[in-house]
Structure formats: structure tokens, C-alpha cells
């Protein structure tokens, strides 16, 4: 019995507690039904809410959001058929219609969605995507979603010029809104060029980080310039100098490289401040300059083509990346060349001499006229100083004139050379070009390519004859040669013309110099002493005073050498009363 008991009570026990175990459950569901049913009543139509896909057919799509019926959305609502399981945002349209349907619309959600998305992008300068569409005025159509379009200013477009912007209809991008009002209406800018110069200047970044010089980099070449091609690196570009396409001469960059074309080149300079990065084609082999001296030294005769000619010379290359410049200096040891083009062409062939060269500067200098003899080494024996020569003035310039002795090889006639008494102020005066004149060789320098010619040498100088006649203190004759405000020139013997400054002009203390100037004109014929020579600067000073001077102490000597002779005494008084006349003795009787 207390066994039954036992399990009678323990039956009873277990009854119990199922009882108790079903009505939690039971209050449980009861609660979380009303709670939701609570929550539904908190919804209001065109509430953003989420559902759970439950079922998709061929046109409809179900979304459980949680009340006793489902939601039906049109498949046409979406872009990408749903699995069962994904969790869809729609509106809220009804709670419950006459058929106690909930009604709700995915279409309302994206756009309310995409809205919120898009005013978060423009406040917060993030990217967008779209679907570039349609050509239209100014720019492109741009489908962002959700039926919103937006336009693209075709300048905005693109990191580069747009040059056929057809390319670019139907392309899936990225942008950045700039505006989504104007004037009180939906008015929505975007911008593609933008984001695009941001994902270059990243992948700019990166390349100068993850990039050391002698690296090998491809790129596709994008446009060309004078000095140059610019090669896309992914974006952004890199340099190919005209010099670094080959070690040999580069006259057109469209000859190494093509438009469009994808090459492999090297990096040779980085410079991420400035962001410039150059490029090489030639630094896949050897700079030929290191094996020079192996193959070329100073005096050699060696064969090169002309590459190009400038005013001052004409590059030569002696092989690819080995050329040098014959400077036109060095093109003839005679010819006096004006233009480089007058004895070169480009792609002749010539010899010439290696005059030097520099390695580190990657310099050869040549010439042309050392591989011929120079004629200049002989030209002291044809033209030794003192030959009289016969020859036609080429050319006058305002310091002489040169005369062509043969061709090539010029003498230079100073204007000091052509006469020794006259101050010749222009050679133009004395002689023309193409007068044929005697001269003689009065100097040569064959190291300067230098002779000096002369007219006056042909005669005596007449300065040296007059110095060893004419002393100072000597008396001389001659005739004004001119008359100036401070004196006049008188021209004596052998055409040399001295100074008489008009202080040495008056013969008597009485006159003044400024009457004693009036008194003479150009041709009159005058006494004078000399006051100063200097033969060796062609300079001369009379004076018709000191003349005067000289002319009573020669008298006074004489007279008095007369009177010692007679044996009577004399005196300078006496002397002047002689020369005074009648009218210095009242009486008339003269001096005893």
C-alpha cells in the first residue's frame, strides 16, 4: 500500500506539473501576441518596416512582416530575384484592406531609402553609383536608383578630355553629388572626374611607395610633345624624354614609340614632390659612353654622319649614342663660313679629328679641317715682313680694311697704317673694295691667323726725317693747315702738321692771342721754331712768338759781333736805339 501510495501520489505530482508546464507555454504565446499585436498598433502606414522573404513565384514575391497575413510585392519591384530568407525593407502602405491583406510596397522603400542614402552622400561628400545613360545637353543623363536621375556636366565626366563621349554611355561608375536642389526643385549634380582624380592620385601614391628607381614598369604610350612621350602608367603618367628613348640621337619621338602602343620601360627618376617620374627605353642596355676610351682617343681621324646642324656647329655621331660636335670655328683652317649648311648637310658622311672629349658630360668635340693641311704654317714663307704685295681691298670696317692676300687667308690694314701725316678718321675715305692697292707686310702671326699690312711703310716716315733735321728751338717754314679756337696747325715739310696754340701767336707783348688769331688764314705762309717733337707719336708744337724771340737774339748777336770787330764799346741801349730810328733821337744825331 505505501507503495501505491508512493506512486499515486507521484502520478499526481507529475499530472500537476504538466498542467502547470501547458498553461505557461499557453500564456507565453498569449503574451508575445499581444506585445506584437501592440507593436503593429505603434506601426503607421508608410512606416519603413522590415519582412522576411517566405515564398517567390514567377511574378509575386511574399514577405512575412510579422501579422496574419503576408505581404505580395511584384517581382518587377526588383532588381535582383530574392532568395527565401532575405530580409526586404518595404512600406507600410496598409495595415489591413477590405480583404484584411496587409499591403506593402518595396518601390516606396527604395526610394525613401535612396534618398536617405543620398543626402547622406552629398552631406558627407561620399560616392554614389549610377549608370551613365544618355547624351544630353551639356553632359550625360546619369541613372543613380530608384527612378532618380542625375545630370553629369561632360566636363565633370572624366579624368581626361572627353573626345568622343559615346564611350562612356551604359558605363556603371561612381560619383560624388554636388548639388540635389536649385530654386526650390530637385536638381541633381553629380561628379565622375572627381572621384576618378582621387583613385589616380591613390594609385600615384602608391607607385612612388612601391616603386624604386631600375624597376620595369609597363604603360601604354598617351601623347607625344616636342621633347618627348607621355606614357599612362594606370591613370597617371610618366615621362619618356626624348634622350631616354636611345643612346643615339632622337629627332622624332613618333620614331621610337607609337601612339596606344604598350611598352615595357625602367624608372630612372622619382620625384614625389613634384610627382614626376621618368621613364627610359635606352637603360635596357649599355650606356656606350663606358666603353669610349676602349675604342676612341684625341687625335684620332675617325668617320661619323652629320645628325644635325645649328648656327654655331654641326653634330656628328660616330655611332649610336657616341656624338660629337665640330664647332664651325673648326670646319676650314682659310674659309671664312658663315652657316654650318653652306659645307654640310645632314646625313653626309665626313672625317674628322678628335679634339677632345668628357666623359661625365658625354662630350666629344671635333674638327673638320684638322683631317687637311692647314695652310697657315706656311704662310710666313710667302709672306715674310717687308714683302711689297699688289692686292684688291675685300672689305672696311671702321678700325681698317682687310685685303685678300689669297683665298682663305686675309692681311688686316689698319687706318693708322695708311698714311704717316694724315689723321685718317675712316679707311672708307682712302680707299673702296675691290681697289687694287700696294702694301706691305709689316707683322705676321700665323698661330692667330694674323697679317698686318701697311701703306705708309711703303715710304721714309717723314716724322723721323724731320726730327733728325729739325731739333727744338729750330727754325722752321710752312703754311696754315687749319685754324681752330685754340690755335692752328701749320704743315711743314714732308706734310707733317704741329700745333701753334694761339699763346704762341702774338710777336709783340701789345697784341693780344685772340687778334693775333684773326691775323692768319688757312694758305698763309709762316716762320716759326720748334717748341716739342715727339716722332715716335707723331706730335709736334711751333710757336711764331719764340720765332720772333730767336729772330732779335740773332740779330743782337750779330750786331754786336759787328761792333767787337770795329773795336768800339756797344751796349743793348745802344743796340735798341740803333733799332728805334730817328724818331727815338729828338735831336736827330743818334748815339755816339
Known amino acids: 500500500m505505501g507503495q501505491r501510495e508512493v506512486v499515486s501520489d507521484t502520478n499526481t505530482m507529475d499530472e500537476t506539473e504538466g498542467v502547470q508546464t501547458v498553461n505557461t507555454a499557453e500564456n507565453i504565446q498569449t503574451q508575445l501576441q499581444e506585445e506584437y499585436l501592440k507593436s503593429l498598433e505603434q506601426l ?30 511584384p517581382l518587377s519591384e526588383f532588381t535582383e530575384i530574392p532568395k527565401v530568407g532575405d530580409i526586404v525593407s518595404v512600406i507600410l502602405v496598409t495595415k489591413e484592406n477590405k480583404y484584411g491583406e496587409v499591403i506593402v510596397s518595396k518601390q516606396k522603400a527604395d526610394v525613401k531609402l535612396f534618398w536617405k542614402d543620398l543626402r547622406q ?106 621633347f618627348g612621350a607621355f606614357v599612362d602608367l594606370g591613370g597617371f603618367d610618366g615621362l619618356l624624354h626624348i634622350n631616354d628613348m636611345s643612346w643615339g640621337h632622337v629627332t622624332r619621338p613618333k620614331d621610337f614609340v607609337k ?59 660616330l655611332e649610336e649614342g657616341i656624338e660629337g660636335l665640330a664647332h664651325i670655328s673648326e670646319f676650314s683652317w682659310i674659309k671664312k663660313i658663315q652657316k654650318p649648311s653652306e659645307v654640310l648637310a645632314i646625313g653626309d658622311e665626313v672625317e674628322c679629328m678628335i679634339l677632345g672629349y668628357d666623359l661625365q658630360a658625354g662630350r666629344v ?55 704717316w701725316t694724315k689723321k685718317v678718321k675712316h679707311p672708307g675715305s682712302e ?42 728751338g729750330s727754325p722752321v717754314e710752312g703754311e696754315v693747315a687749319s685754324i681752330t679756337d685754340f690755335g692752328l696747325f701749320m704743315r711743314v715739310p714732308g706734310g707733317i702738321e704741329g700745333l701753334i696754340h694761339k699763346s704762341n701767336l702774338p710777336e709783340n707783348r701789345e697784341e693780344s692771342p685772340e687778334d693775333a688769331l684773326k691775323r692768319f688764314h688757312v694758305g698763309d705762309k709762316i716762320k716759326a ?19 720772333q724771340k730767336k729772330v732779335q737774339r740773332d740779330e743782337i748777336s750779330r750786331y754786336m759781333a759787328a761792333e767787337e770787330s770795329d773795336g768800339s764799346t756797344f751796349t743793348l741801349g745802344d743796340f735798341l736805339k740803333s733799332k728805334s730810328g730817328p724818331e727815338s733821337d729828338p735831336e736827330g744825331e743818334g748815339t755816339n
Open 44 to 73: 503607421e502606414e508608410g512606416q519603413l518596416i522590415d519582412g522576411y522573404v517566405i515564398q517567390v513565384t514567377p511574378d509575386q514575391v511574399f514577405v512575412d512582416v510579422g501579422y496574419k497575413s503576408e505581404g505580395k510585392i
Open 121 to 226: 552622400a552629398f552631406q558627407e561628400h561620399t560616392v554614389m553609383e549610377g549608370t551613365i545613360e544618355k547624351l544630353v545637353k551639356g553632359g550625360f543623363d546619369v541613372n543613380l536608383g530608384a527612378g532618380v536621375h542625375g545630370f553629369l556636366p561632360i566636363s565633370q565626366s572624366d579624368a581626361q578630355k572627353v573626345d568622343k563621349p559615346e564611350k562612356l554611355l551604359g558605363m556603371r561608375a561612381q560619383f560624388y553629388v554636388e548639388r540635389l536642389y536649385s530654386e526650390g526643385k530637385v536638381n541633381i549634380v553629380v561628379n565622375r572626374r572627381k572621384r576618378l582624380e582621387e583613385a589616380i592620385e591613390q594609385k600615384r601614391a602608391d607607385f612612388f611607395i612601391n616603386t624604386e628607381i631600375g624597376a620595369e614598369v609597363a604603360g601604354v604610350v598617351k601623347s607625344f610633345t616636342s
Open 259 to 317: 601612339k596606344g602602343q604598350e611598352i615595357r620601360l625602367k624608372v630612372i627618376k622619382l620625384d614625389p614632390q613634384e610627382k614626376r617620374i621618368n621613364l627610359s627605353l635606352k637603360h635596357f642596355s649599355d650606356d656606350p659612353w663606358v666603353h669610349f676610351e676602349d675604342k676612341y682617343h684625341v687625335n684620332d681621324i675617325v668617320k661619323g654622319t652629320v645628325t644635325k646642324l645649328t648656327e654655331f656647329g654641326a653634330f656628328i655621331e
Open 365 to 419: 668635340s671635333l674638327g673638320l679641317k684638322q683631317v687637311t693641311a692647314n695652310p697657315w704654317s706656311s704662310v710666313g714663307d710667302k709672306y715674310s715682313v717687308g714683302t711689297r704685295l699688289r692686292r684688291k681691298v675685300a672689305k672696311i670696317t671702321n678700325a681698317g680694311a682687310f685685303i685678300e692676300l689669297e683665298e682663305g687667308i686675309d692681311g688686316f690694314l689698319h687706318g693708322d697704317d695708311i698714311s
Open 431 to 472: 680707299i673702296s673694295v675691290g681697289q687694287e692697292i700696294e702694301v706691305m707686310v709689316i707683322g705676321i702671326d700665323p698661330d692667330d691667323h694674323n697679317i698686318r699690312l701697311g701703306i705708309k711703310q711703303l715710304t721714309e716716315d717723314p716724322w723721323q726725317s724731320f726730327a733728325e733735321t729739325y731739333k727744338p
Open 529 to 547: 721754331v720748334v717748341l716739342e717733337l715727339q716722332s715716335d707719336k707723331q706730335k709736334a708744337a711751333f710757336s711764331i712768338r719764340d720765332y
